[in-house]
């Protein structure tokens, strides 16, 4: 339901363009490691997950579980509450290796929150945290990088500049991004996968940043094409 929301929901806010390193859908029992710089970027994720066909198990903050409508929205679909800093915060990894076994999509994010500066502009993942790493060591599971690009522009900041954000979307509609990477292993340690998991991830982002500005470069230059040539 939250990706068939989402599907709806965000093409009247921004426009959404997705490209992927890999034809089709993101296989069953793969997990989803994505960055994560807005509240709104979980949206556009599933939106662009949609897109391609895949609607995932979402790893999030247990939180969000206790919201009115969406709580009950997450606990109907399936998704796993993470209690990070509690002796529970382990039953969200059993939960998701569980998923994976199953044939589900799971998609986590790899730093665990958001970021703490305020200003619009995106910027590369920070250090992730090594719940992606177990959770690929204990299941087996490959992991597709996720990058995407341009949420901030939808919300970023305070509450108040958060709220006017999406309330002025439908008007600016802000161009976003999302790219899918190759699907990787990670192997070796603990700490070895889980730099490996943010560089795939990091490069991801960077194609989806990069993909971004070149529509906008197109754009301008379309809208000058359009205007003709200066008056003299």
């Not at 939808?154 to 108040?160: D, E, I, K, Q, R």
């Not at 958060?162 to 899918?180: D, E, K, N, W, Y």
Request: charged content about 20%.
């Amino acid at each position: 339901m939250l990706s068939r929301i989402a599907s709806t929901l965000v093409p009247a806010l921004g426009r959404l363009t997705v490209s992927s390193d890999f034809d089709g859908p993101v296989a069953p029992g793969t997990i989803v490691a994505a960055n994560h710089s807005s509240l709104a970027d979980p949206g556009v994720v599933l939106a662009a997950l949609h897109r391609l066909g895949t609607e995932p198990v979402v790893m999030a903050t247990a939180g969000l579980w206790r919201i009115p409508v969406l709580g009950g929205a997450l606990r109907s679909g399936g998704h796993i509450p993470v209690h990070r800093g509690t002796a529970r915060a382990a039953e969200a990894l059993d939960r998701a290796a569980a998923a994976l076994a199953d044939g589900r999509v799971v998609l986590i994010y790899g730093e665990g929150g958001l970021p703490k500066r305020q200003n619009p502009e995106d910027a590369a993942p920070g250090a992730f945290r090594t719940g992606l790493a177990r959770l690929a060591a204990a299941s087996g599971a490959p992991v597709v990088p996720l990058g995407q690009c341009g949420a901030r522009r939808l919300s970023s900041g305070g509450t108040a500049k958060q709220i006017a954000g999406f309330a002025t979307a439908p008007l600016r509609r802000p161009a976003l991004h999302v790219h899918l990477g190759t699907p990787v292993r990670l192997d070796g340690d603990v700490a070895q996968a889980t730099e490996t998991a943010r560089a795939a991830v990091t490069a991801a982002w960077r194609t989806a940043d990069e993909r971004l500005d070149g529509a906008a470069r197109r754009r301008e230059a379309a809208g000058a094409a359009a205007a003709g040539p200066p008056a003299r």
